[in-house]
């Protein structure tokens, strides 16, 4: 964290509070939202300074640094979970509100039969549960991988969508074309899935991803199971946090510590054995989800408008 780059980055901070301050006193918000982060900081810091109500959501389980610093001068606290609000200092509990995270609505309203006509999945097997693999836009090489060393083992469990990322989707078809004609018409690998992904999170049973806060927020407001596998470079260990607080809970199955192929298995093999096992983890997730939060967000801060200064 201790850098010549983020020494120079803080030390433009009162500057960036100066230049906020005056654009808050040019605009006259009714009111500031702020998100988290450094780049939220001077913004919302001027918005006190100005007595423009300020409302803070906090995405993840876990407060960043940019929000425990905000929460101070914050008019109302918005979280995601009901387990931030302990970690809040005493006077913002008081004004917080769990509001969930905003979750786009299309993404609530897909159809499975649509995901298999757009895609062309003829030859999946209807009988055998579906698998979803996601590393995010991009793809993680690490997914990639732990669902490599397992495929011929999990295509005879399950279909798989395997979305790997644009840089390494050839040579997964590669992988593809390899597999054993039984088995081969029960994989697809994509590089990225767009306006489709509404349809294949319907047509999902299992999904294996990360754990960023808008990931466990899509997967919990459809009360989907899954087996989460953390970006261990997330800024303060926030994914892993997430995962955490679903497995200990049951909403999914989180790999923490040493990731191997094994554990990725292990916490497959039940899931997919098991419609009733699939079944109490996704009833568990929802209890978790907010479908929701977009609503129960901008009424807070519309009331927060409404109310005026601090």
Known sequence: ??????????????????????????????????????????????????????????????????????????????????????????????????????????????????????????AFDRDLPTVYVTGGAQGAAQINQLVGDILLWLLERANVIHQSGPSAVTGMQTTAEALPAALRGRYLPVGFVGAELPDVFALADVVISRSGAGTIAELTALGLPSVLIPLVSSAGGEQAHNARHLAEAGAASALLGEVTATALREALEPLLADPARRQEMATKAREHGRPDAGDRLVDLVLDRAGAGGH
């Open 1 to 122: 964290m201790l850098s010549w780059a983020n020494v120079k980055d803080m030390a433009r901070v009162p500057f960036g509070v100066f230049q906020a301050v005056r654009a808050v006193r040019t605009f006259r918000p009714d009111v500031v939202l702020a998100t988290g982060g450094y780049v939220a900081v001077p913004v919302s810091l001027a918005a006190w300074v100005c007595r423009r109500p300020l409302v803070v959501h906090e995405q993840t389980v876990r407060l960043g640094l940019a929000n425990r610093l905000l929460a101070r001068v914050a008019t109302a606290m918005a979280v995601s979970s009901a387990s931030t609000l302990p970690l809040l200092p005493k006077r913002a509990r008081e004004r917080a509100v769990v509001t969930g995270n905003p979750v786009r609505p299309e993404v609530l309203a897909g159809h499975a039969e649509k995901a298999l006509e757009v895609l062309g999945l003829d």
